[in-house]
């Protein structure tokens, strides 16, 4: 039998991770994922029986900078838990802020129609259906395999997600009349930035859902304002992640097609995150 808080420090001492809060989490992570130990066990130094070879397991994939949420197949996001695999991106705080801002101002509309482009995991729309029920919500992703993650998340989530199988480069949104919202966290990675990402995320997460060729970073962002200048309703709003880099480009981009009241946002980090624009 092993004590939960003195396993705590051998699985920290395992962990080949700089950051000692990093590590003292990771290794939490593992402990409540392995055998549902949660904080209160390990203040309590509960005994249990482990599983070396499972966290052998885990602790090799760890220490060769696999994200611990491909590990254990599943990432937190707004409350609910999503199943992620290789064929998405791991939900990111930042995005979690976005989507509050969209729930908070649209929570008391009465009915809503939103389009959320580049499916990955599902966070988007899943969240946005769960906390907005009177909204019809579809979702658009090149990839099947992140379609396949997604659907399954909205299944276990009970949300209900029209999602379509298409590459926004080459459709014209033929299948949606007006709508009230369009929302996307594209690819906006341009390759000369690879040298500034950790290896976990370059080695790990889809490259089809983050990078964007240098001559044309915005392509994705002037597709989708293109689309949401011709099918978003008056006073419809469009709402993007974006690089920090490109605010600038990005308001004159909305500016471009129309839109008004454009505002960017900045994340917790101080960082240009977010960008919005209302169709006047």
Known sequence: MKNAKLHLKYLESELHIEDENEKKQIAFMILDHLYQLDRNAILLEKQFENNPEKEKKIIERLNKNEPVQYIFGESHFYGHMFKVDANVLIPRPETEELVYKIIQRHNRQ???NILDIGTGSGCIPITL???????EVSSIDISKGALKIASENADKLSAKINFLNQDILNYGLDDFSELDIIVSNPPYVTNDEKKLMANNVLDFEPELALFVPDQNPLIFYKRITELAAAKLKTGGWLYFEINEQYGKDME???ADFGFKNIFIIEDMQGKQRHIEGQKI
């Open 110 to 112: 009465e009915s809503i």
């Open 129 to 135: 259906k769960l906390e907005l029920p009177q909204a």
């Open 252 to 254: 004159a981009l909305l």
